[in-house]
């Protein structure tokens, strides 16, 4: 057991999506996950609570208690339930591609150039892959604040700032990463808006386009597009340069305090030659 009352992680990754000792079932509008309370309730405050209300229908004692999740995707739920068991969530290729042909990772037409519909190649499917998995790390930050559950939105922040490092040369899918930050129909990233906005603007060299700049992500034509970004990256450069004159005022006020206490000593040692 950790200092928390879990069990180690190699015996939590054994009841992974197992029906064996369940006594929650996560439902969705299309299927059902097992789950159990003394794993999940420990790191999400949410299904803690959804477990212990006491209007919610419980047929009987140690029974199954079902919660409902109508608009929790299963590919989601399954990646957070993989989280809470083994303390990590994986993805493929596969995972990224099967979400985008269901449409739950949507090509943000306003924004991205109109798609190729030839039929992608391998390689093509990869490259694909490549573009949207920041739009599967935001999804699962917003399923980590949905669910309360404070490690995987560490992990799943840190997973999207990488994903979009490396789309700093690719255009369309940083175009898409930001159209998914910046799409309240999705989820409303304040929290993640706050992390990023700050990151691209200490880095800008690497993501602005432009002449003697390194990146192609950050356009005029993708802040056309998404204004919310223009908007806070302005405020957040606002914000920097009154700090940046607080700290100057500050200097100079600490320059002039030491000149004088230099002037000071100056004319005290003349005088004392002069006597």
Not at 183 to 197: A, E, F, G, P, T
């Amino acid at each position: 057991m950790n200092d928390d009352g879990l069990p180690e992680l190699s015996e939590r990754a054994s009841y992974y999506l197992n029906p064996q000792s369940s006594d929650l079932a996560l439902v969705t509008d299309v299927q059902g996950f097992p789950a159990h309370r003394f794993i999940v309730c420990r790191q999400s405050r949410f299904l803690s609570r959804a477990a212990n209300q006491k209007h919610t229908p419980y047929p009987m004692e140690g029974a199954t208690k079902p919660i409902y999740l109508r608009h929790t995707a299963p590919y989601l739920l399954t990646k957070v339930l993989e989280y809470l068991y083994k303390g990590d969530y994986t993805f493929t290729t596969s995972t990224i591609l099967t979400a985008i042909d269901k449409g739950l990772l949507r090509d943000n037409s306003a924004v991205v150039p109109t798609p190729d519909t030839n039929p992608p190649t391998a390689a093509g499917k990869d490259a694909l892959a490549h573009r949207y998995v920041a739009c599967f790390h935001a999804k699962m930050y917003a399923q980590a604040e949905y669910f309360l559950i404070e490690g995987l939105q560490t992990l799943a922040a840190h997973r999207f700032s990488t994903a979009l490092w490396a789309l700093r040369q690719d255009e369309d899918g940083f175009a898409a990463a930001m159209a998914e930050l910046y799409d309240r129909r999705s989820w409303n990233y304040v929290r993640l808006h706050q992390r990023i906005v700050s990151e691209l603007l200490h880095n800008q060299a690497i993501y602005r386009a432009g002449p003697g700049l390194k990146g192609k992500g950050l356009t005029p034509q993708l802040l056309e597009h998404v204004p919310c970004l223009g908007r806070d990256l302005a405020f957040v450069a606002m914000d920097e340069v009154m700090r940046l004159r607080r700290r100057l005022g500050a200097a100079e006020q600490a320059l002039k305090a030491v000149l004088e206490e230099d002037d000071e000593d100056l004319r005290e040692k003349k005088a004392r030659s002069s006597g």
